[in-house]
Antibody, heavy 118, light 108 residues
Framework: QVQLVQSGAEVKKPGASVKVSCKAS????????MHWVRQAPGQGLEWMGW????????NCAQKFQDRVTMTRDTSISTAYMELRRLRSDDTAVYYCVRDYGGRAFDIWGQGTMVTVSS | EIVLTQSPGTLSLSPGERATLSCRAS???????LTWYQQKPGQAPRLLIYGASSRATGIPDRFSGSGSGTDFTLTISRLEPEDFAVYYCQQYGSSLYTFGQGTKLEIK
């Protein structure tokens, strides 16, 4: 079936970087944009950006443009999101999500908890 | 950036009742790009409604969406126990996606 499986939880110190992976299966990886969305504990959803797995083109929310890198490896149908210079307020669950026709997010990964703490 | 404001923040209802959730945008949103999600504790969100009124695959017909411009509504015609959750609206415009802050639907 169609699914996105993300890497496991991470604990990082302030100033460090984290790289989250998202492996797609059950569909053509290069046929759908992939988004990244995060959710701080007890808070709402925040869109971070997307990557076009076919071309590698990305579009990030301005808030993250200088700290986030989105990449992909088409040979293993996996997308990656790296966030640098971590701060305590980056503590959140990070989701990869498949794009649905540019209008919605239809398949969500299980989420990766990233904790930033000294 | 378009800001989405959801109301009420919390809605307390009983199973069998009708739920009406509101999503208001700070400027006009294309109906094609207004989406609703449901999120239960400890789970990823689930796509409910896209294009303001189209149900996603497998979504029961008690869920319906409506609206245009700046005012959108998610209606659950008759609440089932599994419908108590947090609901988010989302829009896409000017190459940005934004979410509302969510409405918590709780059992009265």
């Amino acid at each position: 079936q169609v699914q996105l499986v993300q890497s496991g939880a991470e604990v990082k110190k302030p100033g460090a970087s984290v790289k989250v992976s998202c492996k797609a299966s059950g569909y053509s990886f290069t046929g759908y944009y992939m988004h990244w969305v995060r959710q701080a504990p007890g808070q709402g959803l925040e869109w971070m950006g997307w990557i076009n797995p076919k071309s590698g083109d990305i579009n990030c929310a301005q808030k993250f443009q200088d700290r986030v890198t989105m990449t992909r490896d088409t040979s293993i149908s996996t997308a990656y999101m790296e966030l640098r210079r971590l701060r305590s307020d980056d503590t959140a669950v990070y989701y990869c999500v498949r794009d649905y026709g540019g209008r919605a997010f239809d398949i969500w990964g299980q989420g990766t908890m990233v904790t930033v703490s000294s | 950036e378009i800001v989405l404001t959801q109301s009420p923040g919390t809605l307390s209802l009983s199973p069998g009742e009708r739920a009406t959730l509101s999503c208001r945008a700070s400027q006009s949103v294309s109906s094609s790009y207004l989406t609703w999600y449901q999120q239960k504790p400890g789970q990823a969100p689930r796509l409910l409604i896209y294009g303001a009124s189209s149900r996603a695959t497998g979504i029961p017909d008690r869920f319906s969406g409506s609206g245009s411009g700046t005012d959108f509504t998610l209606t659950i015609s008759r609440l089932e126990p599994e419908d108590f959750a947090v609901y988010y609206c989302q829009q896409y415009g000017s190459s940005l996606y934004t979410f509302g802050q969510g409405t918590k639907l709780e059992i009265k």
